[in-house]
């Protein structure tokens, strides 16, 4: 994937800086201020819309309902492929910059697969939709529950394409009232509603915000979360042991607590705890039902959970982010350095290393004084400080040829990559043991710096036994920093 050039300052790095409005009347809309160079790790759960006081979210709920009930009845083996495409799968709504990619908002199409858990799904799992017993709603959740395959991600984007008109209109009422003419302009959004007369999605014209010729959008923050939905598979996992007391049918729940323990064993391990869960509720799939109406039950708690989430991925991926930014820049030459070479690029890694270390700058780097405990944290906060000038960004995924990487290349021609990586990570040593052929053949033709963050003691020994082990402890193009808070001394000026 590919940044695009980036005609702004360093500091312009998100929806309010981009689009000059001061953040607070973002925050006074309701809306999260996005970055509009990177996803931020957050999505839309439709439990907040389904438990919320607010009628338009409740609106919105049912609307989804609606549309599931529209797909179950066309469900058949005689569809046709056109309509089912038509119907059933779905792009991204990347124009809200709200997922799981690192440095961009290309993420994944709702395509085949989910069309095809979907149908299957409403002949059998989803069939009583509108009708429940046990439940006090429909939920779209409950498609992750026994499909495989079927996660987080898909529901929230299954959400947020049903949602869409309701997010467009969101937007083009605050970008009419605060954004200056320069930064909006009418754009035909296709996809944007479904019209159940003509049984067709139908294209439909706002007045938005625009950067490099696409729309942005906004979303509400009382219907984000992170981590998982409310309503997830893991979850009802952990539950499982407790989701027979509430079956009320005395013989039944006997049943299920008997099939649970005769699964376990003497002493389970926790491996051995999910599967029996899964066997269990595989045997007796209406506790299934039970589980969502456990969190029907405790849903207030969700909004509570998820805006505890939210505010903590804003305190660190907007606010902390923003001081880190303003530090650099005031405080180093970090951001007038050229990065053209491979010397350059280390040299420039080297000026950070030492802003971490030697500067306070280690205050900057974390979750709220803790360590990151995510490799994906650690390079996108980390990612969005390089953020510049022109990039390419590649994410290997381990397909079974290597460990997961992620690499920030500058240049055409003259590339130089550099890779972020936890000290505490445990496929350090396998990726390390992956890239020394580069190392052992390099010479003058070594591109790539490799960045290692330690938050502990044990990382650092952790970190100096791997590149020992490895014969790498002198090699100049790996960069360990230092960003324990523990052996600093006092006397901050950051």
């Known amino acids: 994937m590919v940044c695009e050039p980036v005609e702004m300052s360093i500091m312009d790095l998100y929806f309010s800086q981009h ?24 999505f839309v759960d439709p439990f907040l819309l389904f438990n919320s006081d607010n009628r338009k979210y409740q609106d919105l709920h049912e609307g989804i309902i609606k549309y599931l009930l529209f797909l179950r009845d066309k469900a058949s083996d005689e569809l046709d492929p056109g309509l089912a495409a038509a119907w059933y799968r779905f792009k991204e709504v990347k124009q809200n910059w709200l997922g799981f990619t690192v440095l961009g908002n290309g993420g994944h199409a709702l395509g085949a697969d989910f069309a095809s858990a979907l149908i299957a799904s409403l002949g059998s799992i989803l069939a009583n939709f509108g009708n429940e017993e046990v439940t006090r709603g429909s939920h779209l959740e409950k498609l992750c529950l026994i499909r495989g395959g079927v996660g987080r991600d898909s529901i929230s984007d299954f959400t947020t394409n049903l949602i869409k008109h309701f997010l467009l209109e969101y937007t083009q009422e605050f970008a009419k009232l605060h954004l200056q003419p320069k930064h909006r302009r009418d754009v035909s959004v296709p996809r944007a509603q479904f019209n159940y007369s003509t049984e067709t999605w139908e294209t439909r014209r706002y007045c938005l915000p625009v950067r490099n010729n696409d729309y942005v959008l906004l979303t509400p923050i009382d219907i984000l979360t992170r981590d998982d939905t409310w309503i997830s598979y893991p979850d009802m996992i952990r539950q499982a042991a407790s989701l027979p007391d509430a079956v009320p049918n005395d013989q039944l729940r006997a049943q299920m607590n008997s099939y649970l323990r005769s699964r376990l064993g003497r002493r389970p391990s926790a491996k051995d705890r999910r599967a029996a869960a899964q066997d269990t509720i595989g045997k007796f799939p209406e506790l299934v039902d039970y589980y969502i109406r456990l969190k029907e039950d405790d849903g207030n708690r969700a909004h509570n959970v998820s805006a505890a989430r939210v505010a903590d991925t804003r305190s660190v991926m907007v606010d902390q982010l923003k001081r880190t930014l303003a530090d650099l820049e005031s405080r180093t030459d970090f951001y007038k350095r050229p990065w053209t070479s491979y010397e350059e690029a280390l040299d420039r890694v080297g000026l950070f290393k030492q802003y971490v270390e030697n500067q306070d700058g280690y205050k900057l780097i974390n979750r709220d004084g803790q360590p990151f405990s995510k490799e994906s944290e650690v390079q996108l906060f980390f990612g969005l400080i390089w953020c510049k000038t022109d990039f390419d ?22 590339k130089s990559l550099i890779e972020f990586k936890l000290g505490s990570n445990t496929s350090l040593k396998r990726n390390l043991v992956k890239q020394l052929p580069i190392y052992e053949a390099a010479n003058m033709t070594r591109k790539s710096v490799k960045v290692i963050v330690c938050y502990t003691a044990s990382d650092q020994v952790r970190v100096a036994k791997i590149l020992k082990d490895l014969g790498l402890e002198n090699e100049a193009s790996i960069l360990v920093i230092d960003a324990r808070s523990d052996n600093k001394p006092s006397g901050s000026r950051a």
């Open 19 to 42: 689009f000059e409005v001061e953040p607070k009347l973002v925050d006074d809309y309701g809306a999260f201020d996005i970055s509009v160079v990177s996803d931020l790790p957050l």
């Open 393 to 414: 960004v590649n994410r290997e995924v381990n397909n079974g040829r290597g460990p997961v990487d992620f690499k920030i290349s500058y240049g055409a021609g003259d």
